[in-house]
């Protein structure tokens, strides 16, 4: 599922990603993140096997597993420093919701270390382009105290993810 009526996958700074069709508030749910729950062994084979990008695009879903979402616009969910949304978990899964006004033809970008555990050991060199980038991606509890705050003031790390925090 490359294109609904509000998203597309295009053509952006890092290769493909999510881009906006039309404007969003803040606040407003922008998609769900739909796809397959796996555990951490199948993650580990995606790279084993040389799927590397299908591997890093799994978002951790809960303490133990990983919502692949191979196949739906969210395997297109890219990665910035200073996002315009962030990843929510409520009772029906997650969820990619506007943190601030997001105009009509950006590019939909979340944080990846909001979905890191302090457990995990994942990084990625970051080529985001913000002014504040941190160079490289890494796990919630190598945030910057400011980033932290405001994520949690705006309810976008998942409990599971604040439990591993040392």
Known sequence: M??????????????????????????????????????ADAVWAYWRHGNTRRGENCFRFDADRYLDPEGEIGAWANHACNPNTGIVKDARGLKLVAIRAIAAGEEVTHDYSTLLGADDVWTMRCNCGDADCRRTVRNVAKLPLAALRRYRRLGVIPRFILSTRA
């Open 2 to 39: 490359n294109t609904r009526r509000d998203l597309a996958v295009r053509p952006v700074r890092n290769g493909r990603g999510i881009v906006a069709l039309r404007g969003f508030r803040r606040g407003a749910t922008v998609c769900r993140i739909r796809g397959r729950i796996v555990g």
